[in-house]
């Protein structure tokens, strides 16, 4: 009996020490976004939500440097009543000159924090992040840092863009093979959009992929589906299968918008050599959309179309990885296929250090199962 006395007695002694947090109190730091401030201070723009029902806006802006991030956010706390947490903190952007410092200090920071969930999403902005998080244009979201991390994860979930959570991009770092990438945000007329991706070598940012390259880069990283991209086609591909040669309609460039039902890409390097790769792609989809009139009825049409889009897919795809080459990195993850085929027989240096005498073969094939009606 004594002994439930005192187990009772500690119970509400330990609660009493507890420190009560009344969310009116809070400031919730929802993103974070971080720009170089010169050559050892970092300066840190916090988007804040706050439960205040004296005031109508919920959201607030905090910037402040310092030399870390537990530095940023300390000097955030001086200039706001709230007590400012990061227990809801889901997106963190780096600028694009930060990033290219590398970023390894923060994401051992950030993965150190139990506070900060390893799937909070990652980016890098072209422009300082204290005016990407500055814009107002956040739809009918809470505040701009809520509206960045659903632009991305909407992007991450239609396979338009690659997973870009905390902790895949510190597997990619770590695991030598591949290197990973984040999605590049920019503005255009003060609203904020994914630009592309940016391409890192370990931590380190090397510059931009164009938002014409992201489907290529998706093709060879992962399988997708039900995935939407456009092709440029040559003018008079297709001129044999014109309904009306000498319409109007069919003047201009040829352009092609299709949908990716499903695809499937197999990369083998063949024998032990790292540098000789073949890729096989086998692709299914639908043809939405195409520039000039051409009669699908017609014996032959669909094949040719077929076998344009093929022609310009590898001519897409081996110009990326000649960028890919130029940069010196890796986010296909050539590295990794061959060890996993070949019991880690490449090393770390070889794998780097061969990545600019990479040679890819491309084999693809495309079947338009699905393209309309045609009268």
């Not at 701009?144 to 992007?155: A, C, D, M, T, V």
């Not at 795809?317 to 085929?341: A, Q, S, T």
């Amino acid at each position: 009996m004594k002994r439930i006395i005192v187990m009772l007695f500690l119970i509400m002694l330990c609660t009493g020490c507890i420190p009560k947090s009344y969310i009116e109190k809070l400031g919730i730091i929802t993103s974070v976004g971080y720009d170089s401030a010169g050559e050892d201070k970092v300066e840190g723009t916090l988007v804040v939500f706050q439960f205040d029902p004296t005031t109508t806006n919920t959201s607030q802006i905090i910037s402040s440097q310092s030399e870390t991030s537990k530095g940023i956010r300390y000097e955030a706390n001086r200039l706001t009543s709230h007590r400012l947490v990061s227990g809801q903190v889901r997106l963190e952007v780096f600028q694009d000159k930060l990033a290219e410092k590398g970023l390894e200090k923060y994401m051992d920071t950030l993965s150190r924090d139990a506070k900060i969930s390893d799937m909070g999403y990652l980016a890098v902005s072209d422009v300082p992040t204290k005016e990407l998080m500055g814009s107002n244009q956040s739809e009918d979201a809470p505040n701009i840092g809520i509206y960045l991390r659903n632009l991305i994860e909407k992007s991450v979930k239609n396979q338009t863009i690659p997973e870009s959570i905390l902790s895949v991009f510190v597997r990619d770092i770590q695991d030598f093979g591949i290197d990973p990438v984040l999605p590049l945000m920019s503005l255009k007329e003060d609203k904020p959009y994914i630009k592309g991706l940016a391409l890192f070598r370990e931590d380190t940012y090397v510059g931009p992929l164009s938002e014409k390259d992201i489907y290529h880069l998706m093709l060879l990283r992962q399988r997708s589906k039900d995935t939407e991209f456009q092709l440029d086609l040559e003018n008079d591909s297709l001129k044999d299968y014109y309904k009306k040669e000498s319409d109007s309609v069919n003047e201009g460039n040829l352009h092609v918008s299709l949908n990716d039902l499903s695809n499937k890409t197999i990369i083998h390097a063949e024998g032990n050599d790292f540098t000789n790769q073949k890729v096989k792609i086998e692709i299914k989809g639908r043809l939405l959309e195409i520039t000039k009139e051409i009669d699908l009825k017609q014996p032959g049409a669909i094949k040719a179309i077929e076998k344009q889009i093929e022609k310009q897919l590898k001519t897409r795809l081996e110009r990326l990885v000649d960028k890919l080459k130029e940069d010196g990195v890796d986010p296909v993850g050539f590295g990794k296929v061959y060890n996993e085929e070949h019991r880690d027989q490449l090393t770390e240096e070889e794998w780097r250090s061969q990545l600019p005498n990479l040679n890819v073969e491309f084999d693809i094939d495309m079947k338009l199962l699905r393209y309309g009606i045609s009268e």
